[in-house]
């Protein structure tokens, strides 16, 4: 059984830096098709924020392009991402979510809430 578990969230003011993890228990992140962190913004719908690979090849939305870094730590079996010049428009709950190879099956945590003021 995959389970994810995130943490790192927390109240930050606007311009500050966070650190989430995610960290992947019942498989090697290395076997995964990808891992990815969405964000639900409150009243909003839940959407994508960044990837990484199996390949360690990374994907940004473009509202966090040259603010956040996704990055893997295969020995932890851990994920992060590293969010920094943080905005008010960044409050969400974030979720990482993992994908096993070709698809088959999708795993989700159970977030972490990230809130920034101006």
């Known amino acids: 059984q995959v389970q994810l578990v995130e943490s790192g969230g927390g109240s930050v003011q606007a311009g500050g830096s966070l650190r989430l993890s995610c960290v992947v228990s019942?498989?090697?992140?290395?076997?995964?098709?990808?891992i990815s962190w969405y964000r639900q913004p409150p009243g909003n719908q839940r959407e994508l924020v960044a990837t990484s690979n199996s390949g360690g090849v990374t994907s940004y939305a473009d509202f966090v392009k040259g603010r956040f870094i996704i990055s893997r730590d295969n020995a932890k079996n851990t994920v992060y991402l590293q969010m920094n010049v943080l905005k008010a428009e960044d409050t969400a709950v974030y979720y990482c979510?993992?994908?096993?190879?070709?698809?088959?099956?999708?795993?989700w945590g159970q977030g972490t809430q990230v809130t920034v003021s101006s």
């Open positions: 979510r993992a994908v096993s190879t070709f698809g088959a099956n999708v795993y």
């Open positions: 019942g498989r090697n992140i290395f076997s995964l098709s990808t």
